[in-house]
């Protein structure tokens, strides 16, 4: 993990937030690599969820909403973790993550001998006997309005989830789309975690990809629109490059599933710091839409076109997070070998396609060319790149270590022939191509997993 934190620092892909200040807990800046990163992982899973799927929209709802949204979904009264404080230290906790920690409802028992995470010492609630737990709010508070003492308070939201079920009515009204049917979602939530940590995975600001798949509301349909979307999830991760043997499923048991859910399970990725969830995927059931045609009023039913019965449809949810996602896309792809450090992404997530160099930077002849060729493969591709310094050994080792799949090499043969040397990243192999098929050979190497 330091070895990744390191990276990412050092070649630009994560920073830590407002690192010249000291930092502020729980928030990351991505930087020039990682911003490219994060935005193809997006990309990706807008094609697979929303471009290519005939039943499926997508939208993008506000970050503030009106605060009644949150009482209707129940996150001002059930949005919560368990927070403990250790009597030594003083530093707080959540009670659920501290291994010998029971959580029961809202107490916790510490079992002799555990360590307080914050290390060094024995946990210490004041008791050995069950204590009472705070339930602690995760969702984060603002203030909108220019008057002082007249400021009406709003939530940044914890979940984007809510912003789509708003809106099933807008939707419905003002598209063909039928039952059954999904919107997509990605952009930004917000928590106050009570610890933030392990990089990435556990932020205060962090970016969800979300599908509101709805449904008939019916027991076989639950069944296999669950099914269903717990496959395409994990394919969907697999067919990005991500190792079979790394993933697995977990099944939440029924009391640890969240106030909504008639069934959940969660996407687990096996990390240097254990079996973690990236995204969840979740039986809502008519839980979101009955509770806003509630507290609205606005009717949430859905009128089947052909028949003309009418119901309030069920959701099933996958919520992933794209944070957690690109971390682990990071990790899995990080390869030591004896010579060169490795990032083995697949070529659709890598920052930059194709690195392009002149043979050498002093021949004005060479650099014209290879800048000719890399402006036009910049126009086409977007995510290319230019390198001139050292020796060729030296920009391949380079590329190799931020993923970039092929680099250009524009020789004195080039000059000649008006070919050029592509060497590809995991086989270390080099062919000469001629410059008239560069284009077309990129594109084919990124649409052929598509
Ligand atoms: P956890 O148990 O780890 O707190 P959760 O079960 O509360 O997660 P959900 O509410 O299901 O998470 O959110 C869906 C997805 O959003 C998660 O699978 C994760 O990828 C992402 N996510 C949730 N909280 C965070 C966070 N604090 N930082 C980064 N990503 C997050």
Not at 296 to 315: H, I, L, N, Q, T
Not at 419 to 443: M, P, S
Request: glycine residues 8%; charged residues 30%.
């Amino acid at each position: 993990m330091d070895k990744i934190v390191s990276l990412c620092k050092r070649r630009g892909f994560v920073y830590p937030g407002s690192e010249i200040y000291g930092g502020l807990g729980g928030t990351w800046d991505y930087g020039p690599l990682g911003v490219a990163l994060k935005r193809h992982v997006k990309n990706e899973w807008w094609k697979t969820n929303v471009l290519y799927r005939e039943d499926a929209v997508g939208m993008d709802a506000a970050i503030m909403m009106n605060p009644k949204v949150w009482e209707a979904s129940g996150h001002t009264e059930a949005f919560s973790d368990p927070l403990i404080e250790c009597k030594t230290c003083k530093k707080r906790f959540r009670a659920d993550q501290i291994p010998g920690v029971l959580v029961q409802d809202d107490r916790g028992k510490v079992p002799a001998g555990t360590l307080c995470p914050s290390g060094g010492h024995e946990l210490d609630v004041g008791s050995i006997e069950w204590v009472p737990i705070r339930k602690f709010n995760l969702l984060v508070k603002s203030y909108l309005g220019v008057v002082e003492g007249q400021q009406s308070e709003v939530f940044l939201r914890g979940e984007i989830t809510q912003g789509v079920h708003v809106n099933f009515r807008n939707i419905l009204d003002s598209t063909r789309i039928k039952v059954p049917f999904g919107v997509g979602q990605i952009g930004k939530a917000f928590r106050n975690e009570i610890t933030p940590g392990n990089f990435t995975f556990r932020s205060r600001e962090f970016e969800q990809m979300e599908m509101q798949f709805y449904i008939r509301p019916d027991d076989e349909e639950g069944r296999k629109w669950f099914d269903y979307w717990k496959e395409q999830r994990m394919s969907w991760y697999t067919s990005l490059g991500i190792q079979k043997e790394k993933l697995r499923f977990r099944d939440h048991e029924p009391d640890e599933r969240a106030h909504y859910a008639r069934a959940a399970t969660d996407v687990e990725y096996n990390s240097p710091f254990g079996w973690k969830e990236f995204e969840g995927i979740h039986h809502r059931g008519d839980w979101d839409l009955t509770r806003h045609q509630k507290y609205s009023g606005v009717d949430m039913k859905y009128r089947d076109p052909d028949s003309g019965e009418e119901f309030v449809p069920w959701v099933i949810e996958t919520s992933g997070g794209v944070d957690r996602a690109t971390l682990f896309f990071l990790i899995d792809a990080y390869k030591e070998e004896e010579k060169r450090v490795v990032l083995q992404l697949d070529p659709r997530l890598s920052p930059y396609k194709v690195a392009v160099f002149p043979l050498v930077a002093n021949k004005p002849q060479l650099v014209e060319k290879a800048k000719k060729i890399f402006s036009e493969l910049k126009h086409s591709l977007l995510a290319v790149t230019w390198d001139d310094r050292g020796n060729i050994g030296k920009r391949y080792y380079a590329q190799d270590e931020i993923g970039t799949p092929w680099c250009v090499t524009i020789d004195y043969q080039t000059l000649e022939d008006d070919t050029v040397t592509v060497r590809d990243r995991d086989t270390t192999g080099q062919e000469r191509l001629n410059i008239a098929n560069l284009l077309a050979y990129f594109q084919s190497q990124l649409e052929k997993n598509d």
